[in-house]
């Protein structure tokens, strides 16, 4: 039930979006009545325009339309290839690209950085401008209609949508021979079946080269399917298709005006197609060729037919690809669902009614192309059986050709790309085919229905006896001619009752009494039993060669034209058609290549398509002989003949002298097998049988079965060795076969464990450098980070390894260090330096042993000063790798630590030759600093105590007085006091105590100035 509703709903959202579409085209067939007029007009006045002029005008109001789908790796691929887009040049470029559905694209944001022409996100209802770029947006399907793009919600779940096929087929309905589709990298087969769609419709493709791609996997479904025009890097792709447009003629030329104006051109690129590949295409549409051709010379930018026909005649390559251009098959699983399912529902359950249970039916599949179609015949054929259930075992046997031979070698394999899912419903997919890594498989049961052959319909004999004839969408290629000839011939290939599937845009014309419509406007036509008169039909052997021609040995075979010059070849004809004896020449398989005298009493052509081997064309009696001799002549060169071989003629028996004999001389027809049909004289025991009773007739009698037991003895004798030598020779290969197959099989077992070994380390290896990718990115992120950082703090930095070689190194690190790029590995000791340092190496060994940093202030040559800190290089894990050094400028310091040297050195010898005594307490009153030259009044041991802590002084009282009062009025004080110094002598000393202020004005110290009076 769950599976019924699934499907229930896929085909209501599929009604809804028919829907849609209709009513997209309603609205745009209404706004475009407006300007109905203004084109009528336009077309009047084309009529009164010179043809050139009027071409001329079309071509420069044509909007080509170049349609760009990508996947994986596809937005580099896009950016290389819009760069080389000049920005005049009068085309639109509309983008289909995986995105992910849930997560807003920046794809409009990247590409307009890369061109000059505006980027759009597409909105429904966009209409394309020429030199515009329209993005597709996430979680949506696009599809175009007359010149505007629609946007519609998908069906399909994530992962499985094709939304570049989805395009690619509506863009080659709107635009038809005027599309272009263009693939770049990505993964899958997305793609594949839409440009199918536009090589049909005689569109452009073109494809980036595999090798330039960084995932190839759509570029090379395209080519793989033979569908690429041109295959280069994405860099070259815009001139190719600019060059391919301005060599495409605006509009198709009609038949008329193609028969007056290239006529001889083309009739000789007809010639030569026929010369190479042995195809007549004269009955193919004029106006379809012509289309190819014009696509092929405007891919060789050639502008006239005559140089085309010039290539053709120089390049035999090309003749090969304009045949597979005018071969394209486009085809695709169950196209035009509702004639599939007409044909199950209803044509072959009235088939089925109208036979007996228990036979095989046979179906032909004319222009099978790559297998879709045959294949879907036999599915829809199982589904029918499994829906009526009929009596009995019914069975299909569908024969499916084409003349396109790499295209029914495709076809017997029965592997397909991914996005047939589009065409082929999730229960079919399941049933039906067996999934592998790149695509699906047709399965087993459904391979077996289908045997598939290569046919020229037009020139090759028909199949007979068929029951279902699918020939789809080939005869819109052909002129009315060649229709006259084949609806004839399909009618007589059919069975009473049988059924002819047409495609949608095809009918049987005139030939309506032949054949009846069973259901609608289906294109699906029951057989009328009265059939048409024999001279009607027209088989293809009375149109083509009348004999088959092998080889370099048609010479062998005799023209009908043929005039006789002189009496001898007269009397040599009528001797051999007089008196010699019917014969036969055949190669070694026994093909008949030619044949002289009348063959007619012991050769007849077999039913069905046509065989011209003589084992299939041996009437009764004859083959058995035949085959013995045959093989007999193989081993010896004399001629081996058998004599009185009954063959049945027409219901009589004739006796012939059979001969073989393998030719030898001469060297022509070296290899070669003569078979002659000589008459035979009847023995004397039958003709004394005939004679009637008499003495002699028992004797004659008796000889006649003792010369057939005779025979019998002999050819049972011949039998049984034959016998016995195949049976050893099968015993021989059987053996031989089951070893192999044990070895086979052995081989298979391991290469399945192989694979899924190689799978599983595929993937493991795939994750693992998708980790690696993202710690490259990550260490080259801190990379430039560190390297940023370093560069901006200034400082010259100096990585060293274990053994003091260079690892690393800032650009400051230059200017102190004579370093260059290539000095990195090299010793410290090898590089010359401005610094005094000599002791620099020594000093960083140290540190490696004893892992504690060293810091030195160290002169240079040219007067500056540098602190050199050598550290030890940890890593994260704790481990000493090297050294780091740095080396700070500090020759400002430097200079600034001498100026104030100087300064005090200045202020401390004019204190002394003032004689004062100058002191600073801090705010406890305690010594920080002091100038007493000869400690006459402040001892040397005063640093960090106060005045009354310097022993028994009468005036350390007052001196503390003074500064309490400095410090707690916060203002300049003096006094006089005496002083008894320590040399014993008094003396009178003024004071002057003023308090020291922080930047913030708060008190941080008290400064007192004594200096003597009287001196």
Not at 609 to 622: C, Q, S, T
């Amino acid at each position: 039930m769950r599976d019924v509703r699934a499907s229930r709903c896929i085909r209501i959202d599929d009604l809804l979006r028919h829907i849609t579409f209709q009513v997209i085209n309603l609205f745009v067939n209404i706004t475009s009545r407006s300007v109905a007029m203004t084109k009528k007009r336009s077309v009047l006045s084309a009529k009164t325009t010179p043809p050139e002029k009027a071409e001329q005008g079309a071509a420069r109001t044509r909007l080509v339309v170049v349609g760009i789908g990508a996947s994986a790796g596809g937005l580099e691929a896009i950016e290389v290839f819009l760069k080389q887009v000049p920005a005049s040049s009068g085309m639109a470029f509309v983008i289909v690209q995986h995105l992910d559905p849930v997560h807003k694209g920046f794809m409009v944001e990247l590409l307009q950085r890369v061109t000059p022409m505006p980027v759009v996100q597409v909105a429904d209802a966009t209409l394309i401008e020429p030199e515009h770029v329209y993005v597709i947006p996430p979680n949506k399907d696009m599809s175009m209609l007359k010149g505007r793009l629609y946007l519609v919600d998908p069906v399909k779940p994530h992962g499985m949508r094709l939304p570049v096929d989805y395009f690619f087929r509506s863009m080659a309905e709107d635009l038809q021979q005027e599309s272009i589709g263009v693939i770049l990298s990505g993964m899958g087969s997305d793609g594949t079946l839409g440009l199918r769609a536009i090589k049909e419709k005689g569109g452009g493709v073109f494809v980036q080269d595999p090798s330039t791609a960084k995932f190839d996997g759509m570029p090379r479904s395209v080519i793989d399917t033979g569908l690429a025009d041109v295959v280069a890097p994405p860099e070259e792709l815009p001139g190719r298709i600019l060059s391919y447009v301005r060599f495409q003629p605006p509009l198709a030329m009609p038949d008329a005006q193609l028969e007056r104006n290239k006529p001889s051109g083309l009739d000789k690129v007809l010639m030569l197609l026929r010369q190479h590949t042995r195809q007549d295409f004269s009955l193919y549409k004029k106006s379809t060729i012509y289309r190819r051709i014009e696509r092929r010379m405007g891919i060789h930018q050639i502008d006239t037919i005559a140089g085309y026909v010039r290539l053709l005649q120089e390049n035999p390559h090309e003749t090969e690809l304009l045949f597979k251009e005018l071969l394209i098959g486009v085809t695709s699983f169950f196209r035009d669902p509702e004639s599939w399912e007409a044909l199950k529902t209803v044509a072959i359950p009235s088939l089925l009614a109208r036979r007996q249970g228990g036979e095989t039916l046979r179906a032909w599949v004319a222009g099978c192309s790559t297998g879709e179609e045959a294949y879907s015949l036999a599915i829809v054929f199982r589904e029918a059986i499994e829906t009526i259930n009929p009596q009995g075992n019914w069975r299909l046997q569908v024969f499916a050709t084409d003349l396109d031979k790499d295209a029914i070698e495709r076809a017997r394999q029965g592997f397909y790309p991914a996005n047939i899912a589009a065409d082929v419903s999730p229960d079919r997919l399941r049933r039906f085919f067996v999934q592998e890594e790149h695509g699906w498989r047709i399965c087993r049961e459904i391979r077996e229905m289908v045997v598939f052959a290569p046919q020229n319909v037009i020139m090759d004999p028909p199949f007979t006896r068929i029951d279902i004839l699918v020939c789809r969408n080939l005869m819109i290629y052909w002129e009315q001619e060649l229709q006259k000839k084949l609806l004839p011939l399909f009618h007589y290939s059919l069975n009473s009752g049988g059924v002819l599937f047409l495609g949608s845009a095809e009918t049987v014309g005139s030939y309506s009494n032949f054949f009846e419509q069973i259901c609608g406007k289906i294109r699906l036509f029951r057989k009328i039993d009265q059939s048409p008169r024999q001279d009607m039909v027209e088989f293809p052997t009375s149109y083509v060669r009348a004999a088959p021609v092998f080889g370099d040995h048609a010479e062998l075979t005799l023209g009908a034209g043929r005039t006789v010059a002189n009496l001898k070849a007269l009397a040599d004809q009528l001797l051999l058609q007089t008196f010699a004896p019917a014969a036969v020449l055949t190669n070694d398989k026994g093909d008949i290549i030619y044949i002289s005298g009348r063959t007619g009493r012991y050769l007849e052509p077999a039913a069905g398509k046509a065989n011209w081997n003589i084992f299939a064309m041996a009437r009764e009696g004859l083959r058995y002989e035949l085959d013995l001799l045959f093989g007999m002549s193989t081993t010896q060169t004399a001629p081996v003949t058998r004599n009185g071989v009954t063959v049945g003629s027409n219901g009589e028996s004739v006796t012939v002298n059979l001969t073989v004999q393998r030719i030898e001389q001469p060297e022509a027809l070296k290899g070669f097998v003569m078979v002659v049909f000589g008459p035979a004289e009847k023995p004397e025991a039958a003709a004394d049988a005939e004679a009637g009773p008499g003495p002699d007739a028992g004797k004659g009698r008796f000889d006649s079965l003792v010369l057939e037991l005779k025979h019998a003895r002999h050819e049972i004798l011949t039998v049984r060795e034959e016998m016995q030598s195949s049976q050893e020779e099968l015993k021989s290969t059987n053996e031989e076969l089951q070893s192999a197959n044990e070895e086979l099989q052995s081989t298979n077992e391991e290469l399945t464990t192989s694979k899924e070994e190689m799978q599983s380390l595929n993937e493991e290896l795939q994750t693992v450098n998708h980790e690696l990718q993202s710690k490259v990115n990550e260490l080259s992120q801190a990379n430039n980070d560190m390297k940023n950082l370093l560069n901006s703090t200034d400082i010259a930095t100096l990585f060293l390894d274990e053994s003091l070689n260079i690892r690393r190194f800032t650009t400051r690190t230059a200017t102190i260090i004579k370093l260059i790029a290539s000095d990195i590995g090299r010793p410290i000791t090898d590089i010359v330096t401005e610094l005094i340092y000599p002791s620099l190496p020594d000093d960083a060994r140290e540190v490696l042993q004893s892992l504690v940093f060293s810091e030195k202030q160290v002169p240079a040559t040219d007067g500056r000063w540098f602190s050199v800190r050598i550290m030890p290089y940890r890593t994260q894990e704790n481990r000493i790798d090297g050294l780091v050094i740095t080396f700070n400028d500090i020759s400002l310091a430097k200079r600034l630590e001498m100026q104030l040297r100087q300064n005090d050195d200045r202020y401390l010898a004019a204190i002394r030759i003032a004689g004062a005594v100058v002191d600073e307490v801090d705010l406890e009153l305690r010594y920080v600093w002091f100038s007493d030259a000869q400690h006459l009044m402040i001892p040397i041991s005063a640093q960090g105590r106060r005045d009354d802590e310097l022993g028994p002084r009468p005036y350390a009282g007052d001196l503390l007085q003074l500064k309490r009062s400095v410090l707690d009025g916060g203002r300049e004080l003096r006094k006089k006091l005496e002083i008894k110094l320590s040399d014993g002598t008094v003396r009178s000393f003024h004071f002057t105590a003023m308090p020291l202020r922080k930047a913030s004005g708060e008190i941080s110290g008290i400064l007192t100035v004594a200096l003597p009076l009287g001196s």
